[in-house]
């Protein structure tokens, strides 16, 4: 008999996975600190206007949401007014109450808020820095105040110990420096100074103020830089990294890594710029504008400080231009007016665009197609978010904080499986393999007795390799499975031990009888017992597989509704026939069947193997149709694309049927995959959608044909560093989900036909022959699982469909969307087959399968390489931003014999993808797909 595994340790293992607590990364990330401003777009066209004549403008601000930019300007008292302009001809006053005599000089606004920060001085108080809010009691407060001059007012989006800090520059003498306080005035400290009283005095008041040992003073120690000279200019729109003004007039970059400023260093572009220009980084951080004041005009750089464009404007004397909330245009001023100037740049409003580019080509990808694929090498796909929050850089959270992810119906095409895949392995050890060995044996006892020497061989032989004994010629050469014997190579989950290996090539070895004449058939219609085991044993895969198109001894001819030409031919092991198998099989030569359905070429040569996008153009993807089209089929095939269509036809009807076999709902799952509505984005075109689609379509369709390559029908054709400071928080990241309702809605429906084939396998009387609480427990844990993953699709399904109807997603969208990530469930699912005993060591998601054919006509497989990582360009608030997210590859190769997932594993390198999906990868320098899974941005303004 055969040994299967020791199932103690493994069930042990799987409960221990099973019950571990997972906790969220980002389940407490305090959105409700980063609120979103709904960014309006700019103006198309240039528009101006000019403040009253009476009035000087000082400086301006563009307000958080694009609306209009808020005019700090001052009569000739120098009373203070604030003047908004909405970019068109709308302006409001709003006048400024203080209770001193202010003089305004610098104004920014808060980057989560309508608040306004203004720097300015008085004759009483000296300068001083003011919180104002315009739209609350018009209130003001004094934030921080000083007899030296102050200037250089600026902010990041990060909070520092939970606030908003202002940085400013305080000048002592020839001297400068850079000081920060928070938005409510706290927390004073040096930033860049040679002043070490006013530093040491700091650190004395702050261990004083948080009552801690002296000798443990270092533990809230800022690090700062000692230098004589500093002045803040602007933070990157990572919001870590500060960049300032050296004495000689160099740009530097200081970088806020978690809970201290670590380090120095000179940013790229700062050797490339005069020391007199004055520069501005874009809000998607792409470009860099360079102006020097006195000169008419203005340079646009890209990330690696390629000039791609010089702006002519009235005037640079003024000391600020900016950009517009949205990265659409610059606001400047000159004398009293105002000025928008639109540049339309590319990928302008995609807000993150400086955390996934960095090279031209995929500036050109992004604006193409709106998206792109990566090459990965990774095992598997839920690596594609790991990295990015496990990646060893990940303490340098300030320069890199967290890529916005993109929840993927792949990933759950990937869970499903592993949950398909550990059922179906689960219903072979406990019912089909036992059944199969009671059937073998007693056949070899029935007709050992009887003297019928070929039935007699047959069951001693399946016996015999059951048990792992290849003794004879024949015997060695199925072992072996070599050339004519490739059949008997086991494949997919069946290679993973010596007893799977031993059950696939005796099944094999069994479905290999002929049943041709009426004496053979009568002597099994006789044996009524072994028909019984027999019969028994096919029905254990029953609720896995649609049915068969053969049938067994003595049973009536099968009629299956989808199927044109029946083949009613008895065998011992009839294997399943889909719709997914009438699809290849129609779509080439049977010389048996009328010569209206011969699918032949122009000259009279016979077809002898499909193309596995047939699939996809039948399930209702209209790129499928091209695809085939640039392969020029349907010009070589004349008859090939009306009995497609026919296909098609024959597909809707079934659908519209009886679809209750967890088969068939997964087909209608492919379907609605591989037909899904693109979302009504104008930058994402149809060609990159239905890629996706059918790349996850087919995929899918690799995964169940590989779960069940045993006891599918594969036809043929025929015819031929330390401290705790303050941390950083920096923005968190918001990501979307992939806009694809209908495929989370049939993906809940086949995790729910999964559900229930669960419960008939515990039905089986067989079920409970032995260990019946632990196989309770295992088949309990198992549908919990289930039912946590149908809660996920059921709120990502949602999510979905608000994208679809553009609606804001809420925080709570938010939270579930970026602490998600697939590896718990796929750990636990897979540690069902793996031979590691529920140990971390899953066997890769790489697979392959034989589709179709023959060792005569070739056989089509149809592959799964390394996923790739889908950058996709989605809504961000207004704007846009690049989320990632996991996407099968698909391959499709013609082999002689079978190829197992080992072989496959060991020749990936050596094989492309397919020509459909090339347009859409991300190219390397050396312009071959190779490995791109970090993304750090080497080259752009700041690093080189």
């Not at 601000?61 to 300007?73: P, R, T």
């Not at 200037?151 to 990060?158: E, G, Q, R, V």
């Not at 179906?424 to 019912?431: D, H, P, V």
């Amino acid at each position: 008999m055969v040994k299967l595994y020791k199932v103690k340790i493994h069930f042990l293992l799987f409960l221990l996975i099973l019950f571990l607590p997972t906790k969220p990364l980002f389940s407490g990330t305090p959105y409700s600190d980063f609120p979103m401003f709904t960014v309006l777009s700019s103006p198309e066209k240039e528009t101006s206007f000019q403040i009253g004549k009476k009035q000087q403008l000082v400086d301006f601000a563009v307000l958080n949401d694009n609306s209009g930019v808020i005019a700090l300007a001052a009569d000739e008292t120098t009373r203070p007014t604030l003047i908004k302009w909405n970019f068109r001809d709308n302006i409001e006053t709003l006048y400024l109450k203080t209770e001193i005599n202010f003089i305004p000089m610098e104004i920014i606004s808060h980057p989560y808020s309508f608040r306004l920060f203004l720097l300015g001085r008085s004759e009483e108080s000296g300068f001083m820095i003011l919180s104002h809010d315009p739209y609350i009691n018009n209130s003001t407060k004094t934030i921080y105040s000083d007899s030296l001059p102050l200037s250089n007012l600026t902010t990041s989006t990060a909070r520092f110990g939970g606030d908003i800090r202002i940085f400013f520059a305080r000048k002592r003498g020839e001297k400068s420096e850079i000081l920060t306080i928070t938005e409510n005035g706290e927390r004073l400290y040096p930033v860049v100074s040679d002043n070490r009283e006013l530093y040491s005095k700091w650190i004395i008041d702050r261990v004083e103020e948080q009552r801690i040992d002296k000798r443990n003073e270092d533990t809230v120690k800022p690090n700062i830089i000692d230098a004589p000279y500093g002045v803040p200019l602007e933070f990157h729109p990572s919001g870590g990294v500060l960049l300032w003004q050296n004495e000689q007039r160099q740009v530097m970059g200081l970088p806020y890594m978690y809970d201290n400023w670590r380090g120095d260093f000179v940013p790229f572009f700062s050797e490339k710029i005069k020391g007199k220009s004055k520069f501005k980084i874009s809000p998607n951080g792409l470009y860099l504008m360079v102006w020097e004041p006195g000169r008419k005009s203005l340079e646009i750089y890209d990330f690696n400080y390629n000039k791609i464009r010089e702006v002519t404007i009235e005037d640079t004397n003024s000391s600020k231009i900016t950009f517009t909330k949205d990265g659409k245009g610059i606001v400047y001023c000159h004398t009293n007016e105002f000025s928008y100037l639109p540049l339309d740049l590319p990928l302008y409003n995609v807000e993150n665009g400086w955390m996934f580019i960095s090279k031209k080509s995929e500036v050109d990808l992004f604006n193409t197609w709106g998206g792109l694929f990566r090459p990965t090498d990774f095992d598997q796909m839920y690596y594609v978010y790991e990295s990015e929050r496990y990646a060893p850089f990940r303490e340098f959270a300030a320069i890199l904080p967290i890529r916005p992810v993109l929840v993927t119906t792949d990933s759950f095409h990937e869970i499903l499986e592993a949950g398909y895949a550990g059922i179906f392995f689960l219903n072979e050890k406990y019912l089909a393999i036992k059944r199969f060995e009671r059937f073998i044996e007693h056949g070899k006892t029935l007709f050992n007795d009887s003297g019928t020497s070929y039935w007699s061989n047959l069951f001693i032989n399946a016996s015999k390799i059951l048990n792992d004994i290849y003794d004879d010629e024949e015997l060695i050469q199925i072992e072996k499975a070599e050339g004519e014997y490739g059949d008997y190579k086991a494949r997919g989950y069946y290679e993973q031990s010596k007893e799977m290996i031993n059950y696939f090539k005796a099944v094999q070895y069994v479905n290999k009888v002929k049943l041709c004449d009426k004496k053979e058939l009568d002597i099994w219609l006789k044996q009524k017992e072994l028909m019984d085991l027999l019969r028994a044993w096919i029905n254990s895969y029953r609720f896995f597989v649609p049915q068969s198109r053969k049938r067994l001894p003595g049973d009536a001819r099968t009629t299956l509704s989808y199927v044109k030409h029946p083949d009613n031919r008895v065998t011992l092991f009839p294997k399943a026939w889909g719709i997914d198998n009438e699809i290849m099989d129609s779509v080439v030569f049977h010389s048996e069947w009328p010569e209206e359905d011969w699918v032949i070429d122009i000259h009279g040569n016979p077809r002898l193997l499909p193309d596995i996008n047939e699939l996809a153009y039948v399930f209702g993807n209209s790129l499928a149709e091209r695809i085939l089209e640039k392969k020029k089929l349907f010009k070589q095939y004349p008859r090939l694309q009306g009995i497609l269509d026919e296909l098609r036809q024959r597909w809707e009807r079934m659908r519209q049927g009886d679809v209750s076999n967890i088969y068939n709902k997964w087909m209608l799952l492919i379907s609605d995959q591989v037909s899904a509505k693109k979302p009504d984005w104008p930058w994402l075109t149809d060609e990159l959608w239905e890629t996706k689609q059918i790349l996850t379509g087919l995929s899918s369709w690799t995964n169940i044909r590989h779960a069940t390559v045993l006891i599918n029908e594969r036809s043929a054709a025929e015819g031929g560093e330390g401290g705790f400071f303050e941390y950083i928080t920096v923005r968190p990241p918001r990501g979307a989900v992939e806009p694809n309702p209908e495929a989370f809605q049939s993906l809940i429906m086949v995790l729910n036909g999964l559900k229930g084939v669960l419960e008939l396998i515990m039905l089986d009387k067989d079920f409970f022959d032995s260990a019946e609480a632990e196989k309770i427990l295992l088949f309990e844990g198992i549908e919990g699982i289930i039912g946590q993953l149908t809660g996920e699709l059921e709120k990502f399904r949602e999510i979905a469909r608000k994208e679809m109807d553009q609606i804001p997603l809420s925080d709570d969208d938010y939270r579930a969307i970026n602490s998600y990530s697939s590896e718990h469930d796929l750990f636990t699912l897979k540690s069902i087959v793996s031979s590691g005993y529920g140990l971390p060591d899953l066997d890769p998601m790489t697979k392959i399968v034989d589709i179709y054919g023959s060792q005569d006509t070739g056989i089509l497989h149809s592959a799964i390489g390394h996923p790739l990582e889908w950058n996709l360009i989605v809504p961000y608030h207004g704007r846009r931003q690049i989320v990632k997210g996991p996407v099968y590859s698909l391959y499709e190769l013609i082999k002689n014999v079978p190829v197992t997932d080992s072989e496959w594993r060991a020749e990936i390198e050596n094989h492309s993808l397919p020509e459909w999906v090339r347009p859409f990868i991300y190219k390397s320098d050396k312009d071959r797909l190779k490995s791109d899974t970090s993304w750090y941005p080497k080259e752009s303004f700041l690093f080189k």
